[in-house]
């Protein structure tokens, strides 16, 4: 081949460009041009216009001319060019899809939805535009493509395929066009899919213009940008965290747990606690407390034997969505309701009142949290195994109502009759106004055993929708009492006295569905905590004559929490109750595992 004919061999692909094809080409590279421009210059949508711009020059470069015999013998799209290679290796098996969700992913902010997550419907409301643009793709197709027209499988996998794009989402509409094998309408879907977002900016200006004036165009409007907290990020482990506890009390293994929020716990303290060191202040709390549950979450993954897997089940998700949606609106319904109190205390009295109300609730609602988790921890799963079995569930319920009564009883009576001097000691006497909102808090804690003992009992037996019936009738009335107190007394302790007797009636409406399920009725119950009833009042009075001692706060603490335990402790081994045995019998058997296990472990 002389040095002419080499040379047009090599600059083929120039010299394409100069024939009437190669002008098409052009006129691409052209088109291509002005996304590419629209990115760079004007900033516009440049995650998409970039790619589409690049993309449609190198679909569109010349092929390599063959001099000899004058035809192409290589081209970027042939079957040995470099664009079908890279179809074959990420579209044709879903690789380039899966990729891009991920990048597109870590390229996301997700703090604006975290801020207010009420955006999360403007997103499910774009879903509709996937029906819309099916619907219209089954009418408009046979007509733009005539050569469907009767082939109905081909119109709808179109159609499908098509209408993905209807959510602006180009990865799934790549996929689903590569799952109905439309491999030879894959071009013109790809570019559609991706130019629908890109068109935007490009619509909207004269849209924008069409409807506002020159002046409204005019004005300036500032942004400031609120970022969503960080302690927000606790979302993403804690969902998976919330399922691997789930699995823990199914198997009654919460060893594991007690393992693994130690270890989360002293990790955390220590990160936050180096955070502080380095002055880094409010942020060492974040720092804890995200540590704290990205560790539990991974510890929980060590131990727990559970695994997430990508499978649907339909006819679960109906089961629990019918079993869920009821106790979801139950738990949003007390949410609001539990802090509706403060809300109206602060409203309508001072912010003392109110900060008043709130440091002596929090003492008594502190320790009936610890001991009514475990509870329900505990509860939920071994009910739920004897729900076939209506007598068996009935002791159990019984157990674990006396076994509770007997703990959190005493300690609801002696915080109420320690109170004065536990506040002056840890909180000092300037806060000493709340003592009185303490004392009868710890009253209204006191009935919470038997609440929970019996809503447990009603959701082991899977009637969620006598669940939520018993939370709108409480509710209801609680609503009732609150403005009672609120516009026909004076004061906050009305208020507060409200609630207790909102509590006290709200134990006779939980225990009353359990009578005919599990015939164990409210009377019944209160006959099996009746004896730590009268021993805890017994003591409260014995603890509360004691706090008349001239002694300072730290010295008569001692002495009423010593004599309270003592007493306590005393008529319980003097009159033996039921509940006093049950627990006995408990730690005994729990005793007992423990040496079993321990033993096995040995010999193993």
Known sequence: MDILGLLKELFSGVLYLFTAEGLKTLVMFVISGVPIYLAIKKDYEPALLLPIGFGAILANLPPVIDQVTGSATASVLGSEGFLTVLFNAGIKNELFPVLIFIAVGAMIDFSPLLKDPSMIFFGAAAQFGIFATFLLSLVLIPIVLPQTAGNDSLILRLASAIGIIGAADGPTTLYVANHFNLAD??????????????LVPVIQPP????????????????????????????LFPG?????????????????????ASLAATVLSGCVGVGMALRGLGVWALVGQQLTNQFSLCILLLVL?????????????????????WKLLLSSLMDTGYQHLRSFVIGKKFSSEALGYFNRGKQFPELLMNA?????????????????????????????SIMASSFLVLPLMAGLAAVARPLVSLLLTDKWLPCVPFLQICCIDFAFYPIHTANLQAINA?????????????KKSYGIAILCVTVFCFEGVLPIVWGAVVSTVISSFVNAFPNKKLIHYGYWEQIRDILPPIVMSLTMFLAVSALGRLPLGSLPLLLVQVAAGVLLYGGMSLLFKPESFRCLVQTAAALRRKAAGQSKGGTEA
């Not at 969902?239 to 393992?259: C, D, P």
């Not at 727990?304 to 869920?324: A, K, N, Q």
């Open 239 to 259: 969902a998976l965290t919330s399922v691997q506890n789930a699995v823990i009390a199914r198997e009654m293994s919460f060893r594991k747990l007690m393992t």
């Open 461 to 473: 037996m899977g009637r969620s929708d006598v669940f939520l019936k018993l939370e709108i009738i």
């Open 304 to 324: 727990v034997r559970w695994r997430p897997h990508f499978c649907f089940s339909l006819r679960r998700v109906r089961s629990l969505f019918s079993f869920g």
């Open 371 to 399: 001991v009514n988790g475990s509870i329900q921890s505990v509860m939920l799963p071994v009910l739920s195994e004897q729900q076939s079995d209506l007598e068996r569930m009935k002791q159990t319920m019984r157990r």
């Open 185 to 198: 309408y894959m071009a013109p879907i790809s570019v559609a899919a991706y130019s629908y977002m890109s």
């Open 207 to 234: 849209v924008i213009r069409a409807l506002t004036s020159k002046e409204e165009r005019m004005i300036r409007m500032t942004y400031t940008e609120e970022r969503a907290s960080k302690l927000a990020l606790i």
